[in-house]
Structure formats: structure tokens, C-alpha cells
């Protein structure tokens, strides 16, 4: 069995370069949401737009996962523990997790209170031009930010900063539809601010709703895609001296993933060549997939078709049951080789020379095993014979 592997310095190197950049931006996120937070309730409270003020209180949400996103990120770059020994990544995770569920009721709780609105007729108040204003000031610095938060996300493999950067899409939608409102209601459709204040908060629900699915799914280790994990066979399989792959498994963990493989070879291999093998394969899937580690089982058949070996004798007990079967013509072996194949064992027996030389005893000996064999024996599939040279 290989794994789970260390954390390399280099792979910290990253996490903290990874670390540093999530800060910066979201720091900025915090300093550029606080603005308009402030500029869009305020304006929109006096100003009569619903539109407006819902699309600030969702910024100053925003404001507040910023700080949730920044705490996260803290924790995830941290390296493994005792406690962790996978790392601390999935600290996104549930950040993001929180992020959806604290978005699905902030959009909840607009849209139920525009419809109450709507419904009850109170929602043909005209709003103050500036708010009109305010509302593209707010469209044009949640775009920017998109772009700037989405290319710091890319560059590290980020998810939880790259959900952020799309969240600040979502919400630039959002001032979208409340700038059409807006802009609405100056034209005479007064109800339009409002409709469009439920659909702000529409909005921002299907984000939450989308972000905190996905984050379950992942905390409750949902695999990789069928393309991810049809590519992560294939670097397995084309692993020289690898013959075959059974119960490849892949869990998500934040950007990256675990993945846990049995790998085949063949059966007459040494144990070192097998583990080499094995280890080999790992490295190629490190090497090649966004994985943090890789389990590598070594298995000399296919274990879930084939009826496993675990009820057969140890060693020293079949050791004992051939002396049992071939009495005094079995002598002392200098090497046995015993072969868990298939519910059997395969028996390599290497004998001295001198044995060999020994008049009729060699002929006894294989008559019994032939015997023996043919009876089709309770454990033993194969016995062969060899001759141990001198050294």
C-alpha cells in the first residue's frame, strides 16, 4: 500500500504565494463592497428605490463573506497536521458551503419582501434620479472586480476565489437588473423598481442555491467527472509494467482531489518491483492531474472477480501441511516461494544440489506432488521444483 504522501516545500511555497494573493484581492473586495454598500443603501433608502437597497444589502453580504472567505483562506494554506493529514483544504469548502447558504436567504428574504409589495400595490412610488447614478457606479466597479478576482483565481486554482469572482458577476447582474428598474420607474413604470428588486433577489438565491449544492456535493466526497477520471485511468494504465485497474476511486478536496487506485501486475514479480511499480504510476498521476494524493493498491489479480486468498494457511502452517502430505521425501528448502493466486497457492520449492543427486529420491518426490496435485488438492494449485546453485 503507497500513501498518503507528505507535503512537499514546494507544494507549501505554493500555498503560501496562493495565500498572499487570496488576502490582496479579497481585501480589496472588502474595501471596494464597503464603498458601495454604503453609497447604495444610503442613496437607495432616501431615494425610494427597493431596487437599490436590496442590491445593497446584498453588497454588504458580500462585505461579510469577504471576511468568511479571508479567515478560510487563512486556514486552508495551512500545512498538514496529525489532526489533517490531508491539509486543511476543504476549509473552502465549507466556506463556501456557508457563503451559498448565507446568499439563499439574503435572496429569499428580498424576493419575498418585493412580492409582498408587488401584491399589496404599495410598489408605484417614483425614485430620485441619483439613484439611477449610483446604480452604474455600482454595475461598472462590480465588472471590474469580476475581472481582477477571476484572473487571481485561474492563476492559483482557486475555487473558492474563483465562486467569489463569479458571485461578484452575479452581482453585477444584479445592479444590472436593478439599474433597468431604476431607470423604469423615472420613465413612468413605477412598479418596475420594485419587480426588479425581486428579481435582484431571485438572483441571488439560484447563486446561493448553485454555490452551497456544489460545496455539499463536495464535502460528502462526490468524484470527479467522467472525462477527469477517464484520463486519470488512462496515466495509470500506461504505467509500464501495470496490467490492469480496478476500483479507481476520486473524492473532490477544494481545487484538487484524492484519488485511491488497484493497480495490476504480474503476480511473479518481487515485492520491491511491485511497490516500485506502483509508486511509479503515483507519481505519474501527481505529476500530470491537479490530485493532491493518490492511494496505489498493488494487487497480483483482479480482487473484485476473482475469490480472494485470505482464507488459505500462512506460511509456516502450509509449511507444515506439506510435510504432513510429502513425509520424509520432501527435504529441507534452502528458499520457498508460495503464490496467493486465484484461491490457491502456486509453491516455487528451491532445493540443495546434493539433493538432486540422491538415488530415486527426486522421482518419490515428484510422483507425490503429482499426486497430489491431480487429487486437486484443499490449497495448493502448482508445487514446482528447482535446483539452488551453489554460491
Not at 408605484?124 to 434620479?129: A, D, Y
Not at 452604474?136 to 465562486?163: I, P
Not at 423604469?184 to 452551497?212: E, H, K, Q, S, Y
Not at 513425509?327 to 508460495?338: C, D, F, N, Q, S
Amino acid at each position: 500500500m503507497i500513501g498518503p504522501s507528505q507535503f512537499l516545500s514546494a507544494a507549501g511555497t505554493v500555498d503560501a504565494d496562493r495565500y498572499r494573493a487570496a488576502r490582496r484581492c479579497t481585501l480589496v473586495s472588502v474595501a471596494v463592497n464597503s464603498v458601495l454598500s454604503i453609497l447604495q443603501i444610503t442613496v437607495g433608502w432616501y431615494g425610494q428605490s427597493r431596487a437599490l437597497v436590496a442590491d445593497g444589502v446584498h453588497t454588504l453580504s458580500d462585505l461579510l463573506t469577504d471576511f468568511l472567505v479571508l479567515f478560510a483562506n487563512r486556514r486552508s494554506a495551512e500545512a498538514a497536521d496529525e489532526q489533517h493529514p490531508y491539509g486543511h483544504r476543504r476549509v473552502e469548502t465549507a466556506a463556501t458551503f456557508l457563503l451559498g447558504a448565507g446568499l439563499l436567504f439574503v435572496g429569499l428574504a428580498i424576493l419575498w419582501n418585493a412580492g409582498l409589495r408587488l401584491h399589496s400595490g404599495a410598489a408605484s412610488q417614483s425614485v430620485h434620479p441619483v439613484t439611477l447614478a449610483i446604480a452604474l457606479v455600482t454595475l461598472a466597479a462590480k465588472e471590474t472586480m469580476f475581472h481582477y478576482l477571476l484572473g487571481v483565481a485561474q492563476r492559483f486554482h482557486s475555487r473558492m476565489l474563483a465562486a467569489n469572482a463569479w458571485h461578484t458577476r452575479a452581482d453585477a447582474a444584479t445592479s444590472l437588473v436593478g439599474a433597468v428598474g431604476i431607470g423604469g420607474n423615472l420613465l413612468g413604470f413605477t412598479f418596475l423598481d420594485t419587480l426588479a428588486a425581486a428579481l435582484v433577489g431571485f438572483m441571488i438565491a439560484r447563486m446561493g442555491w448553485r454555490l452551497g449544492y456544489e460545496a455539499l456535493s463536495e464535502l460528502i466526497d462526490t468524484g470527479l467527472s467522467e472525462q477527469e477520471v477517464a484520463a486519470i485511468r488512462e496515466t495509470l494504465i500506461t504505467t509500464p509494467g501495470v496490467q490492469g485497474i480496478h476500483e479507481l476511486r476520486t473524492r473532490k478536496m477544494a481545487d484538487q482531489a484524492l484519488v485511491d487506485a488497484h493497480v495490476m501486475v504480474d503476480p511473479k514479480i518481487s515485492v520491491s518491483e511491485g511497490h516500485y511499480i506502483g509508486e511509479s504510476a503515483r507519481q505519474r498521476v501527481l505529476e500530470r492531474h491537479p490530485v493532491l494524493d493518490v492511494m496505489v493498491h498493488v494487487d497480483p489479480e483482479d480482487d473484485t472477480t476473482i475469490r480472494v486468498s485470505l482464507n488459505l494457511p500462512s506460511r509456516d502452517d502450509l509449511l507444515r501441511y506439506l510435510q504432513d502430505r510429502l513425509g520424509e521425501t520432501l527435504p529441507p528448502a534452502r528458499k520457498l516461494v508460495l503464490h496467493y493466486l486465484e484461491g490457491k497457492v502456486d509453491a516455487e520449492i528451491f532445493l540443495e544440489p546434493g539433493i538432486w543427486d540422491e538415488p530415486g529420491r527426486m522421482d518419490r518426490l515428484h510422483q507425490r506432488i503429482l499426486v497430489m496435485i491431480e487429487a486437486d488438492d484443499e490449497y495448493f494449485r502448482s508445487i514446482q521444483l528447482h535446483r539452488m546453485d551453489a554460491p
